[in-house]
């Protein structure tokens, strides 16, 4: 199989990862959140700064990114928690603004906007290969950890209670649901894990620089293919990912930037007008009939 | 430093009327349809876009263009209301985000097809002209904006409450189905209202062309800014978004000028947040405007 389909298949992994990452927030928690490139872009600069600048082993990198993010995140989400529904996504939004802003002018660690080029030395210990395989294998181990934690929090009490919060948040707290400590919890998970898919990113394409991490388009395509699959369903982002991910490469190969996207939102407005449960959702109500 | 705080003070101002232009149009869609119109950017380039080509192929000024670009974006405003926005009026919050949201993405990525990702600028016999007032310099192009702002946000305040039409709008935000029981065709006013929301963009996109560059992206830049105003102000409160529009202008020509130039945004994005945090229906909003529209 030559690189060009190795690229597709890992990025469709990727997509997967940070789509449900994405989906355990916006689908079960009903925190559509719109600047989901700024925990992408913060994972992928720390461990991108440290390998490059530092030399430190991209595995410290991707404790440390998880961490930073993490806690980035809960400072920046939990003021917005008093936010509901339009007013949360809008106060997301500019979250990978500013940090497009910081990354653009911080020169000194970020390098501003001519990027970051991490050496290639392939090694375990570096996180960087000679064969896609390894990265086919990477991605779709992130994929299935994504898959299994929507799996067990899906299964579980956590579940119940993001659904109540995000169906009527009065009802749930009336019931002894603790809305800012669950949309606290749910958050940090999605931050950690879509942290992770930045790491993967930076030690996968091994350039980085503000737009091409921080970009809207990001978010926009991470909400996309869960919302295509079907939100708030386990393997929803993961079927988008499916169909998207291909498609877009070959969408791009033959058409170019522009068109690509025009697409994009041609099917996002599609999607919410026709089958707004997604495939999943809608093959679910199908079969039940 | 501190002497040239007046003429800082004026341009700000001056500035913060375009910023009310902008996002008249964005406060008036929310307090009628409760949708946050993540779209009205690509409202105004597409205004921007019509002022242009009206200006380079037919040579027409781009304020009189506004004639004829205006009704025809109201006009469309009108069909996406009617295939759009209609059908997610009562949805999940989520999916009245990605509608909008995903229209933005569309109608951006039409221009940049049809129209390349070129940035264009109409230059007219006004657009390096100012005025000095009292010592204050003033450029022509804001002061119009400005005034252009200031009338509009009038008329409309005006017509929300002196007019019968205003009246049943008002009657209808208040209560929907009360209002329908009591006569009020409430399909045509959210209509009406998502027409004339667009509208105002259109107006706001006529009169940015000579200042601003036209491109397909331009629409994001601003949108931001609005939500900022809107934030501020006060959602679905149009003086709010005239106040707001103020304030924003000064504090980023004031940190532009006393700090520097990159932290122009930043501070009115932080101003943002603070104001979603101290008082998130805004400085003109009813409290609890913020949890509507969550359904």
């Known amino acids: ?289 | 430093m501190l002497s040239i705080l007046p003429q800082l003070i004026a341009s700000g101002l001056l500035i913060g009327g375009v910023y009310a232009l902008l996002s008249i149009g964005l406060t008036l869609i929310f307090g009628v349809l409760r949708i946050v119109n993540f779209a009205q950017g690509e409202f105004i380039m597409l205004a921007m876009f019509g002022a242009f080509w009206a200006n380079t192929l037919l040579g027409i000024d781009p304020y009189l263009s506004a004639l004829v670009v205006v009704p025809v974006i109201f006009f469309i405003g009108m069909l996406v209301e009617r295939y759009v926005i209609q059908r997610i009026l009562f949805a999940a919050h989520s999916m009245q985000i990605f509608a909008t949201f995903g229209l933005s993405v569309l109608m951006q990525n039409l221009a940049l097809t049809f129209w390349g990702p070129d940035y264009h600028s109409v230059t007219t016999s006004y657009t390096s002209e100012s005025f000095t007032i009292a010592g204050l310099s003033l450029s022509a192009t804001s002061l119009f904006a400005f005034i252009a702002a200031i009338v509009m946000a009038a008329g409309l305040i005006g017509f929300l409450h002196f007019t019968r039409g205003g009246r049943a709008l008002r009657a209808m935000v208040q209560n929907r189905y009360a209002a329908s029981l009591m006569g009020v065709d409430t399909k045509r006013l959210n209509r009406l209202a998502f027409g004339c929301g667009v509208g105002c963009a259109a107006i706001c996109g006529c009169i940015l062309t000579p200042m601003y560059y036209t491109f397909p992206t331009v629409g994001v830049d601003l949108i931001i800014t609005a939500f900022v105003v809107v934030v501020l102000g006060g959602m679905g409160s149009v003086a709010g978004a005239v106040v707001g529009g103020l304030i924003i202008g000064v504090a980023q020509t004031l940190t532009g000028f006393y700090l520097s130039v990159e932290f122009k945004d930043v501070v009115a994005l932080l101003l943002f947040i603070v104001i979603l945090l101290i008082r998130p229906q805004g400085l003109f909003g009813r409290a609890g405007t913020e949890d509507i529209g969550m359904k």
Request: glycine share 12%; charged share 10%.
């Open chain 1, 1 to 289: 199989m030559n690189d060009y389909y190795l690229n597709i298949i890992v990025m469709t992994f990727l997509w997967a990862a940070l789509s449900g990452a994405w989906n355990l927030m916006a689908g079960y928690g009903g925190l559509v959140s719109l600047g989901q490139s700024a925990f992408f872009g913060i994972g992928a600069y720390t461990t991108a700064v440290l390998y490059a600048t530092f030399g430190i082993s991209p595995w410290l990198g991707l404790v440390f990114g998880v961490l930073l993010t993490t806690s980035t995140a809960v400072l920046i989400s939990w003021p917005c928690f008093r936010l509901r529904g339009a007013f949360f996504s809008l106060a997301t939004l500019v979250f990978p603004i500013v940090m497009e802003i910081l990354a653009n002018n911080w020169n000194s660690v970020t390098r501003g906007s001519s990027g970051i080029a991490l050496p290639f030395k392939p090694s375990l210990e570096n996180f960087i290969f000679e064969s896609r395989w390894a990265y086919v294998l990477a991605s779709f181990v992130l994929m299935m950890v994504v898959l299994g934690i929507t799996q067990w929090i899906h299964r579980g009490r956590l579940g119940l209670y993001l659904i109540a919060m995000r169906d009527d948040q009065d009802a749930a707290e009336s019931m002894g649901v603790e809305p800012v400590r669950i949309k606290l919890i749910i958050t940090m998970i999605s931050a950690a894990l879509t942290s992770v898919g930045g790491f993967f990113y930076a030690q996968y394409i091994l350039f980085l620089d503000p737009p091409s991490v921080f970009s809207i388009n990001i978010s926009v395509q991470i909400a996309l293919f869960s919302l295509i699959g079907g939100l708030g369903t386990p393997f929803g982002p993961i079927v988008g990912s499916l169909i998207m991910t291909p498609l877009d490469g070959a969408l791009s190969a033959f058409l170019g930037g522009g068109p690509r996207l025009l697409i994009y939102g041609g099917v996002l407005l599609a999607v919410v007008l026709v089958a707004p449960q997604g495939v999943v959702g809608t093959y679910t109500a199908w079969r039940k009939k």
